[in-house]
């Protein structure tokens, strides 16, 4: 067997929520008393921190480096996120919800939304969405945990997390420092590269000091000056898919209830989103520039908002897309310097646990091969393709035709995957994970249902089925679920008696 030099230095390019993240999991699962865990930021450069939404999957995190929930809900001003309601999305004063978990459950290995859909159209079935533990919850302003007992409704649901990416940075910082990781503060300047291999082997401050390092993680958000910049790896433009390019935000006074959901809402050019945190609400409206400008933007953030703005809105730009590759010699970027998706679907901070996750379970050595490099960034192509899908569905499956930019995306050609996707489903109600695809078949239906693409069959197997006894089962499910939302506990309260807990020792 062939020794190899280890990596000694590992090296975080940027702050932020991203970098936060990627040095507490390196000190906690990397940190072997040999290897050092540094990370180079400017409190002079600031970061998009906003209000967060995220996706289930920030828990397998969060558990991953022992955080407590209740400690981490009062150190953010948390709250919890049971899925996004969308306003105006398919149609002008339409709604729907897109749940976090499961919707009903399967019969005799048929999909439950077949059988939804072969018998929607009788007396007491109701809606799709009646069969979501998290929608059902969230309607009633509701929370309770999720249970293990496939019996229970609650089995079903899943839950995420709002929260301040600020505090978040701040609360994982503390962690990371205890762990081992070392904070610099300066401003990069440059970069040192190796003159034959053209790796880095320094980053250079603008005082002169000099930080040396074996594998860099980029984290320098949009600017991507290590992998864009020394690297030279091309970013792939999305717009064309994802016009919105710019976005407005202001932070309002807390919401009273506080809902467990967040709220998008289509707007004439992009959309408006509304997150409430336990100490403020976010707000922001993601707009294209091409069909509106930054005071007309702002305009109608300000005309909508569901609390008074206690602070003055501020303005942000971007292009949607990513890297050709997020790993390139011995540079990893993660976040904004890997790529952008627009929030629509909460998905940022997912997409840098998801890399740490692969970077983990490809970690190198300094002989940095080919394989493992390319088979970090085939993942991560994936994962952000097939994202992107997901937000271009939102855009394009609506019958919206009130404005230019509604006008073009409902219009505009899309990817030949998603207009796959979107015939497959049309013609039998068929949807297909792929891979480690982030969303499954109930995040899919619920959206496509949502927008209004409605199947013109269903899979023939459920006639195969007593249609009567199904029906039956369902409408006693609906009810099930039904009573299960109205017994737990407000969302408020709940937050309340958790956050007071005694919290575990860590």
Sequence with gaps: MIAREPIRDVVIAGGGTAGWMAAAVCARYLDDGQRRITLVESDAIATIGVGEATIPPIQNFNRLLGIDEGAFLAATGGTIKLGIEFVDWSAAGDRYFHPFGSAGRDFEGVGFHHVWLKLRDRPGIGAYADYAMAAVAARHGRFAPPVAD??????????????????????????????????????????????????????????????????????TGFRSLLLGGAMGVPFLDWSHWLPCDRAVTVPGEPLDPLPPFTRATARAAGWQWRIPLAHRTGNGLVYAGAWQDDDAAAAALLANLATPPTDTPRFLRFTAGRRARAWEGNVVALGLAAGFLEPLESTSIHLVQDGLSKLLALFPDRSLTAVERDTYNGFF???????????????????????????????????????????LFREKGRVFRYDDELFGIPNWVAVLLGQGIVPAGYDPVVDALDADRLADALRTLRDTVARAGQAMPTHQRWLAERISRPLSVR
Excluded: Q
Excluded at 154 to 164: E, R
Excluded at 176 to 191: N, Q, S
């Design 381 to 423: 192509a994936s994962a952000y393709d097939r994202v992107r899908d997901f937000l271009i569905l939102h855009y394009h499956a609506t019958t919206h035709a009130d404005s230019p930019f509604w006008n073009h995306v409902r219009t505009m050609e899309i990817p030949d995957s998603l207009a796959h996707k979107l015939a």
């Design 150 to 219: 496939p019996r229970s409704p609650l089995s079903g649901l899943a839950y995420a997390y709002h929260f301040d990416a600020g505090r978040y940075a701040a609360f994982l910082r503390t962690r990371a420092e205890a762990d081992g990781a070392t904070r610099i503060e300066g401003r990069i300047a440059t970069v040192e590269r190796d003159g034959e291999t053209g790796h880095l082997t320094a980053l250079l401050l603008d005082d002169g000091r000099r930080v040396a390092g074996d594998l860099f993680i980029d984290c």
